[in-house]
Structures are given as C-alpha cells and as structure tokens.
C-alpha cells in the first residue's frame, strides 16, 4: 500500500503564493507519474501539473507561467509552487501518483482558497 500526504494549503490574497508538498510512502517498487489535481466546487477534477519520472513536466493551460511542479531526488516526493494566484485558483488540490506494478494513488487533499 501507497500513502500520499499533502501540505501546504490554506489563504493567501490574490497575487500571493503557496507551496504545496506531496510526500509518498509505503511498499513502494517506484513511482511513475506524480501529478496535481484540483476541484472547485460543483466543478470537475481537473489535472493541474504533471512531472513524470524522467523530469518531463506539463500544465494545464490556465496556470502555465505561474505554476511549477517538481520533485525530490528519490523521486517520492512532488512540489507544486504556485505563484500569482488568482481567486478561480481556489480549490481542493489533490495529489495523485501512478505507481509501477501497484496502480494509481490519491491524496486527501488540501484546501487553497485565494481571497480577491
């Protein structure tokens, strides 16, 4: 079993900045892609960032430029820096890891909410 425990949530002004964090552990073989979602209220799951294991990220379009993801050495942890946060920003954020041989994780989650 896989556990996924996210930090780094909570209120910020609009144009502020978080860093969420994203640690995994358990019997892990390795991990694949480590991703971050999010969900607005009465809104879909959405894929905000993604870095696979070679270092190989990707961004939804409306946080291109203000969003980075990365992750540790190990590879078992993942970062997401948000930067010029907007109110339509305000989420939960979820963090999801594909691992190989096990499936697919996900976090509880961790509420951002960005005031304007």
């Known amino acids: 079993q896989v556990q996924l425990v996210e930090s780094g949530g909570g209120l910020v002004q609009a144009g502020g900045s978080l860093r969420l964090s994203c640690a995994a552990s358990?019997?892990?073989?390795?991990?694949?892609?480590m991703d971050w979602y999010r969900q607005a209220p009465g809104k879909r799951r959405e894929l905000v960032a993604a870095v696979t294991s070679g270092g190989t990220t990707n961004y939804a379009d409306d946080v291109k430029g203000r969003f980075t993801i990365s992750r540790d050495n190990a590879g078992n942890t993942v970062y997401l820096q948000m930067n010029s946060l907007k109110p339509e920003d305000t989420a939960v954020y979820y963090c999801h890891a594909v691992v190989t041989m096990q499936g697919d994780y996900w976090g509880q989650g961790t509420q951002v909410t960005v005031s304007s």
């Open positions: 358990g019997n892990i073989f390795r991990i694949n892609t």
